[in-house]
């Protein structure tokens, strides 16, 4: 898994699980709001219920007492004609209350019923009671009355129950709405003890006499009921309501004991006590009016109470579930941006670092590098990532200046090993091959350090029969050496040619010694001559090792004690060693490059160890003896190479073969 | 390579070396050069410890001379061996004042 599979998933996940913590707390605040609005709904479906209710008893009350004919028919029946249409508009008002709430507020179908019914009883009660209304009718209304009042109560009550059910549907949580809804119920009960006495008082009282004990009863159970009201109302006070509530309730109270306890209490006791009430039915019906409107007061206070923490707690609901919603879309998008951000700050900058450094891990060097001006991490990878392309690109071109310097330098050794195979062909051409010449026979060994030596040698016959010869080893060895060999070798060649017949030997290396520029390096040399008529060969030593000779019998000797190099001291004097060279004896002479060879042990092979060699095969011929030689000092140094220029150069004065004709 | 000691005004120099062949001889003409440069003209090469001394080794010795010119003078001292014979053979026996130890050398010098 990579890590931006990771971060994404991570963000995914804490964003889902944010969004399912809000979602969660939408859902719980949308189901209050929707509790709050049913509230509403089914407080205001009451609030007409209840204004209902009471414009009923209203009209019970109004209807009853036109009934047994204590009001003025014509001013009655008009107010009776309000009364009716405010009944009939609050029930309608209920049932589109009702109507409309069927949304929020469940079983509303049976309320609806019921309402229709009561609406089509009452239409149909009033149209009875309206025919007794007529002006001729008197005692027929009268008699109806009872009636009217019994089926109209019914009505009311049925109203009532209607309403309590919806608010036993529909109980508020709230301690207060509960309180003010309980108020409001016992108010009712209240409200509608009153509304009954005022009509059943009103006929007790406009015919004292004729007024029997079952309605005297009736009156009293009333006016207890409206006692139990206002008790149950007093025990419903210590809640917290509010100031307007508890003042409505109490002055309410205050007006109801004050003047209308009182004043029922009186009546009751003179219609028990059979003394004529000291009140008339109009002035009784007109006190009960004003209480009943008091109570109405009361119920408008509380209504409005609880509609006011309604639409309270609806709109708090509303703003709750509005807030959670822009939580939810804050929290939306920040989840959203966060993932955003994620892709864009981290996912995509690493992937494309990720990538470079992969390509740069396979040497791609020309991938551009991801442009970034910042100041955290990823910046600080990305200004390491641009050092390390920069130092691999400085790393390869020094790779590159390298390997064309390499090839360069690998051109010219080439060219210079070349050169110096050349040369070294070259100076090997110098080098006389094995021959005779005047009766001397001669052969050489000659091994380069190097590919060129600073070693030389040469055999020259002069034109007066003598055989002269040289061996030469420029100090050092390489090519300057080879150098100054091929110009020593050049110069004493034409030496040995030129020299006037008579001349010492000596003076050749004299000469040459002082004409050496002090800058070459210095040689040694063995210039010797070797007469080819007597038996005598004559030797400059210069710095060089003594020569050998190996007589024909096999004893060696050693020829001359050393002398000056040519080429160090310019005032240098040599000396002419001369000894015999009879036929068949041998001049071995040899370059320091052959005793000063080192074994592995870094042990020179010695003159010592040269002279017991020399011994031991001096019955083999020269080239016997050379080739031996050879393969002995390869031994001895164990490998090919050698740390000096070597060379040997031998001459054997042939046994004289005597002519035929020869006098002697 | 080569260590130095003053015995009044003359330098003792001893070559630290075995063997002062091709690699050596520059390094040490070098060294002696700077000695010789610095003043001194009254040398005591002390070669007791040198076993070997091949012809760039000779010449370097021999330049050294050179350079010291005729009022200085370069004694040798302690050349044994195969660095005797070298002397001998080349007749450097005859150039170089050769003592068979360093207090000889530089008693006849001081002398």
Redesign the interface.
């Known amino acids: 898994m990579k890590i931006r599979h990771i971060l994404l998933i991570l963000t995914a996940i804490l964003g889902a699980a944010l969004l399912i913590a809000v979602a969660s707390q939408i859902r719980d605040e949308v189901l209050e709001y929707q509790t709050a609005q049913r509230m509403v709904a089914s407080n205001t479906v009451r609030e007409q219920l209840l204004l209902g209710t009471d414009a009923m008893a209203s009209e019970r009350s109004q209807t009853y007492v036109l009934l047994i004919g204590q009001r003025n028919a014509a001013s009655g029946v008009m107010e009776l004609r309000d009364t009716r249409r405010q009944v009939d508009d609050l029930l309608s008002a209920a049932e589109r209350k009702i109507a409309a709430t069927q949304g929020s507020l469940i079983n509303t179908s049976s309320n609806l019923e019921s309402l229709s019914r009561i609406r089509r009883e009452i239409t149909a009660l009033r149209q009875q009671a309206d025919d007794y209304l007529g002006p001729a009718e008197g005692a027929r209304g009268e008699k109806f009355a009872p009636r009217w009042f019994q089926e109209a109560t019914r009505l009311v009550e049925e109203l009532q129950s209607s309403r309590m059910t919806i608010l036993q549907r529909e109980r508020p949580l709230d301690p207060i709405l509960r309180t003010e809804a309980n108020l409001r119920t016992f108010g009712a009960i209240l409200s509608e003890s009153i509304a009954r006495n005022q009509a059943l008082m009103s006929r007790a009282l406009g015919n004292p006499t004729d007024i029997g004990a079952l309605e005297v009863n009736a009156i009293s159970q009333n006016a207890g009921r409206a006692e139990l009201s206002w008790e149950l109302i007093s025990g419903q006070m210590a809640a917290s309501l509010g100031e307007s509530v508890k003042k409505a309730v109490s002055s309410t109270h205050e007006n109801y004991s004050s003047t209308f306890a009182p004043l029922q209490k009186t009546l009751l006791a003179a219609l028990l006590g059979k003394v004529p009430p000291a009140l008339g039915p109009e002035e009784w019906y007109e006190s009960t009016g004003r209480t009943l409107s008091s109570i109405a007061l009361m119920q408008q206070e509380l209504l409005g109470s609880s509609r006011d923490r309604l639409e309270a707690e609806l709109s708090r609901a509303q703003r709750l579930v509005a807030l959670w919603s822009a939580l939810l879309l804050l929290g939306a998008t920040a989840v959203l941006a966060s993932i955003l951000v994620v892709r864009r700050r981290v996912v995509q900058p690493l992937e494309g670092l990720s990538q470079a450094m992969l390509r740069l891990a396979d040497n791609d060097l020309e991938i551009p590098l991801p442009r970034s001006t910042r100041a955290d991490e990823i910046g600080e990878m990305n200004d390491a990532l641009r050092v390390f392309k920069a130092n691999a690109i400085q790393r390869q071109r020094t790779q590159n200046e390298k390997q064309v310097l390499h090839a360069r330098l690998r051109d010219a050794y080439g060219q210079l090993q070349k050169d110096l195979e050349a040369a070294a062909v070259i100076q090997r051409t110098m080098l006389p091959p094995s021959s005779t010449v005047e009766g001397v026979e001669y052969r050489g060994l000659f091994r380069p350090s190097s590919l060129i030596a600073g070693d030389t040698y040469n055999v020259v016959r002069r034109n007066d029969g003598a055989v002269g010869f040289f061996q030469v080893?420029?100090?050092?060895?390489g090519a300057p050496a080879a150098l100054v060999s091929v110009a020593c070798h050049h110069a004493l060649s034409q030496a040995i040619l030129t020299r006037t017949q008579g001349t010492p030997l000596e003076e050749i290396a004299v000469h040459i010694n002082e004409e050496w520029p002090e800058d070459l390096?210095?040689f040694?040399m063995i210039l010797g001559e070797i007469d080819a008529r007597s038996r005598r060969a004559s030797i400059i030593q210069a710095?060089h090792?003594?020569p050998l000779v190996i007589r024909s019998d096999g004893t060696v000797e050693v020829i001359g004690?050393?002398?000056?190099?040519i080429g160090?001291?310019p005032a240098?004097s040599y000396e002419r060693v001369e000894f015999d060279l009879g036929p068949g004896d041998r001049l071995f002479v040899y370059s320091?490059g052959l005793v000063?060879a080192e074994g592995q042990d870094g042990e020179?092979f010695s003159e010592a160890r040269l002279r017991t060699l020399v011994r031991d095969t001096a019955a083999e011929p020269s080239s016997v003896l050379l080739d031996r030689l050879d393969e002995v000092l390869r031994n001895w140094r164990g490998s090919e190479t050698l740390d000096?220029d070597l060379s040997v150069l031998m001459l054997e004065r042939l046994a004289e073969r005597i002519p035929a004709n020869a006098v002697h | 390579m080569l260590s130095t000691d003053l015995r009044g005004n003359i330098l003792v120099i001893r070559v630290e070396e075995k063997r002062i062949d091709a690699s050596k001889a520059p390094a040490f003409k070098e060294k002696m050069t700077q000695c010789i440069e610095a003043g001194q003209n009254q040398i005591v090469l002390d070669l007791s410890h040198v076993e070997f001394i091949d012809s760039s080794g000779l010449g370097a010795l021999v330049s050294c001379l050179k350079r010291l010119g005729p009022r200085g003078s370069l004694a040798v001292a302690g050349a044994t061996g195969a660095v005797s014979r070298l002397f001998t053979l080349t007749r450097m026996d005859r150039v170089f004042a050769l003592h068979p130890n360093v207090d000889a050398a530089v008693e006849q010098l001081s002398a």
Request: aromatic fraction near 8%.
């Open positions: 080893d420029v100090a050092g060895h390096p210095y040694t710095g090792p003594s004690d050393g002398g000056f190099p160090m001291i240098a320091d000063e020179q000096d």
